[in-house]
């Protein structure tokens, strides 16, 4: 079965910095990438990160330059370094873990962890 478990949100103002973490487990991929999405209330979805197992990344344009996707293979953990953040960047935070989705546009599709919340004020 598989588990991810998402830490590290919290409220913030506009400029400061937050780092997410995801530890995954239970699942069982030749190959397979992890990234991350968000969902604020009243708005779409939207993919933020993905990195593949080959350490290979995208970004969101919205996130681009700010946000940045890492992973520990060891530990099977991806992590979410979050830098001048936004009022904008208000969201649920999901983890995913997929062998399949693995497009920003997908992720969601993947195993999906409960979120953490980020909050950005101005």
């Known amino acids: 079965q598989v588990q991810l478990v998402e830490s590290g949100g919290g409220s913030v103002e506009a400029g400061g910095s937050l780092r997410l973490s995801c530890a995954a487990s239970g699942y069982d991929y030749n190959s397979y990438c992890m990234g991350w999405f968000r969902q604020a209330p009243g708005k779409e979805r939207e993919g933020v990160a993905r990195i593949d197992d080959d350490g290979s990344t995208t970004y969101a344009d919205s996130v681009k330059g700010r946000f940045t996707i890492s992973k520990d293979n060891a530990k099977n953990s991806a992590y979410l370094q979050m830098n001048s953040l936004k009022p904008e960047d208000t969201a649920m935070y999901y983890c995913?873990?997929?062998?399949?989705?693995?497009?920003?546009?997908?992720?969601?599709?993947?195993?999906g962890g409960q979120g953490t919340q980020v909050t950005v004020s101005s």
């Open positions: 995913a873990v997929s062998g399949t989705f693995c497009s920003l546009g997908t992720l969601y599709l993947g195993f």
